[in-house]
């Protein structure tokens, strides 16, 4: 083969640099000899000398590649847009996640570790480990995304049915299949599910709704609504807490000392704090008069006590009544 035709060139150039990026690290440099072998494997024969001048070029654009001076010499890829412990981070996110399926968690954590050099990638799939995660069956829930962002893109409307259980443990379409038209504004991941936020034509609000729980999704001919004057995404997510309807108000509370960090996680490092006793502190937050709120309340089992509105106060106590059967 002529090295000097640019097709051969092209050629030799491309499988320099997919040879390195992928086969080579810090840790793992390869030498003149097994860059030469590789690009013979692969049809195309050519000497140090011209190889050295490949090398040369592709430094000269850009890439990173590093020389260990030796005899011969070794070289690297280096710069990569990914560090290894990035990659495990991006790796272990997409594993826990209860919104992908355990297939697909497989497939996208495969493709984040192609990203590294493949010894790299060996180290990370020994850690890929999904066993004991509650994981969702639903496999068109990356589907339903696309469409879902495709209407936002388009600022259409999209029409959906929405899934419940049934006490036998079945899906069944809530209101008999009842189809729901919403204007998306935006696709919002809170506790570990995605939810789509939009305009509810059947609410007359800004309302969210579970992505893995909409099936027949459909992208409408018509036009979204535009988002209520003064809507923002930010203040909507803190005002529902965790994504749950219900009336906005500040609470005060009186919090034990050693739940500061599940306040914090909660709320913000911003959120108003100040001492009450030695053992205890106020917060002030908006939050939702909501299940979801007052259940996060009694995970601590009296470490968390609300002293006002007068209206959280007796919501949370009926309640505390209705689980012990009271009156």
């Not at 072998?37 to 140090?48: A, D, I, K, P, W």
């Not at 203040?235 to 000392?257: P, T, W």
Request: charged share 30%.
């Amino acid at each position: 083969m002529d090295n000097t035709k640019p097709n051969t060139m092209k050629k030799r150039l491309i499988l320099v640099m997919d040879f390195l990026r992928e086969k080579s690290d810090q840790d793992h440099p390869q030498d003149t000899h097994q860059l030469l072998r590789y690009l013979e494997s692969q049809g195309v024969n050519t000497n140090r000398k011209t190889l050295k001048s490949d090398l040369d070029l592709l430094v000269d654009c850009g890439i990173d590649i590093i020389t260990i001076p030796s005899k011969p010499n070794k070289y690297y890829w280096g710069q990569r847009e990914f560090e290894i412990p990035e990659l495990q981070l991006l790796i272990d996110a997409v594993l826990s996640s209860r919104f992908i399926t355990k297939k697909k968690s497989r497939e996208l954590a495969r493709k984040i570790s192609g990203l590294a050099s493949d010894s790299q990638k060996k180290k990370l799939e020994r850690h890929m480990n999904t066993a004991g995660r509650v994981k969702p069956v639903n496999e068109n829930i990356f589907y339903i995304v696309n469409d879902v962002n495709d209407a936002i893109n388009r600022k259409r409307k999209i029409t959906f049915k929405y899934i419940e259980y049934s006490p036998e443990k079945k899906k069944i379409l809530r209101n008999d299949g009842e189809v729901y038209e919403l204007s998306p504004y935006a696709l919002y991941w809170n506790d570990d599910f995605y939810y789509v936020i939009g305009w509810s034509d059947k609410h007359d609000n800004v309302s969210a709704f579970r992505v893995d729980r909409m099936d027949s999704v459909a992208i409408s001919d018509e036009a979204a609504e535009k988002k209520p004057k003064g809507f923002r995404l930010d203040d909507y997510s803190r005002q529902i807490f965790e994504m749950y309807d219900g009336q906005g108000v500040r609470v005060k509370l009186e919090c034990r000392n050693e739940l500061m960090k599940y306040v914090i996680d909660k709320f913000g490092e911003r959120v108003k704090t100040e001492v009450a006793t030695r053992s205890t502190f106020y917060v002030w937050a908006d939050v939702a008069l909501s299940p979801t709120f007052y259940a996060w309340v009694f995970r601590f089992s009296g470490g968390i006590r609300i002293l006002s509105p007068d209206q959280a106060v007796e919501e949370i106590g009926d309640m505390a009544r209705d689980v012990m059967g009271e009156a």
